[in-house]
């Protein structure tokens, strides 16, 4: 049932706790089992990732890592229509995280030298999760941003399928990246492989890609020995729509995403008593049940909900969506206008769909390149530029306490 608030009379805050959000991946008994099968991993190795995969997905795998004529098979046998869309989503997904690769810089004055290099790290672990059905296109947006990034090696890392074997179009999309690395493993399994590695499974430097409670739990447990994105989950979208959006339409944008089910949520913020009337008898289904609907006083207030909740997606639909955009601060991604529904970024518009979740918008981005780059920053000084600079630490490492940081500096000054 479709769930209608009003909220003129609220607090922006008070409005966005009320909203529906689940936390599942930080409840203690999920924490506690994803730390227990991790730590399996850790030291059963592939004997482990095969019991734990037999035991959650009922098969055993007969090869961990999907041989490479299995990924060229799938690529080959793509049907042509789907090829080009595959191809058309990489190519606008790579253009766009070109355009945000960081560079590295130096800057010289008075011998003094500082600057900061930029490089990819060297082993990327991506999640592509499996559940309620195959996401090739999630391949897309985290391969992609890893291999304009530079990353050396790409593991990916599936769930398989009843026959044990990774899916078909996740393999496909595998061979058009020219990806080698595929394995038939899911779960919080997974992710303690990818962490620490086992006969089979590299270990890799930084895991990303979403996941259900589990995988993302597991990616928090290992978080300090292998680099981790923002969590990424359940689905969540927040419309903003004034009294000239078209009923239908809202109706599909709040139903397309709460097409995703389990956890998922979607919200309609809006001013307009008879669009949200129209809207409610258009909502049907399952997905319905995830739905609410928001009578706001303005769109200001409507911002302030959103900003409060931090949604993964937001869709603004509004004569004034440019001043909305502006003052939307805490969001993974924003789709403008009537002619931009969200189902566009989540393949083929080029930012990557890989977005915070949880509210964690108010500090995390979208998976970008900058999630597969390290900044290395480096000083150079010469004689007489340590001779201005080094009376200043002296003094301030001394003030602190620390006399050999102190003296390190002197002994070069005397």
């Not at 055993?60 to 090829?83: G, K, T």
């Not at 890609?209 to 981790?228: Q, S």
């Not at 949520?265 to 997905?287: K, Q, R, T, W």
Request: with cysteine; charged share 25%; net charge negative.
């Amino acid at each position: 049932m479709v769930k209608r608030i009003d909220a003129r009379d609220g607090d922006a805050g008070e409005v966005a706790a009320g909203l529906r959000r689940e936390d599942g991946f930080l409840s203690t008994s999920v924490r506690e089992i994803a730390r227990g099968i991790v730590e399996g991993v850790r030291e059963g190795g592939d004997g482990a990732l095969l019991d734990y995969t037999e035991r959650f997905d009922g098969v055993r795998p007969v090869n961990v890592r999907v041989p490479a004529e299995e990924i060229e098979e799938a690529r080959d046998a793509l049907p042509d229509e789907l090829r080009e869309s595959f191809l058309y989503a990489i190519d606008n997904v790579r253009s766009f995280h070109r355009r945000e690769m960081g560079r590295s810089w130096e800057q010289s004055r008075g011998g003094a030298t500082v600057g900061q290099r930029v490089r990819p790290i060297r082993r990327a672990g991506l999640y592509v999760p499996g559940g309620h059905g195959a996401y090739p296109s999630t391949l897309v947006m985290s391969a992609v941003p890893a291999q304009v990034a530079g990353v050396g090696e790409i593991r990916v890392c599936t769930p398989p399928g009843p026959d044990g074997r990774a899916d078909g179009s996740v393999l496909a999309v595998a061979g058009l990246l020219g990806l080698e690395e595929v394995y038939a493993i899911g779960g919080a399994q997974a992710i303690g492989a990818l962490a620490f590695g086992t006969e089979t499974v590299g270990r890799v430097d930084k895991i990303v890609g979403p996941g259900n409670d589990f995988v993302t739990a597991a990616k928090l447990e290992v978080f300090g020995v292998v680099g981790i994105d923002a969590p990424q989950g359940p689905s969540e979208v927040m419309v903003i729509a004034d009294a000239g959006a078209f009923p239908e339409r809202v109706a599909r944008d709040l139903m397309a995403q709460a097409e995703h089910l389990s956890g998922a949520s979607a919200v309609l913020l809006s001013s307009s008593e008879e669009l949200i009337s129209s809207v409610e008898p258009l909502l049907s289904g399952e997905p319905s049940e995830l739905i609410t609907l928001v009578l706001v006083r303005n769109s200001a207030q409507a911002v302030e909900i959103s900003n409060a909740y931090a949604p993964e997606h937001a869709h603004v639909i509004s004569e004034d969506h440019e001043a909305i955009l502006q003052d939307l601060d805490a969001v993974g991604m924003v789709a403008i206008g009537d002619f931009t529904p969200v189902a566009l970024g989540d393949y083929a518009a080029g930012p990557s769909h890989a977005l915070p979740v949880g509210g964690a918008a108010v500090w995390a981005s979208a998976l970008g390149t900058r999630d597969f780059l390290a900044h290395t920053n480096y000083i150079h000084y010469t004689r007489d530029a340590l001779d201005e600079i080094g009376p200043h630490v002296e003094r301030l490492a001394r003030l602190e306490g620390f006399e050999n940081h102190a003296d390190s500096v002197g002994v070069r000054l005397r």
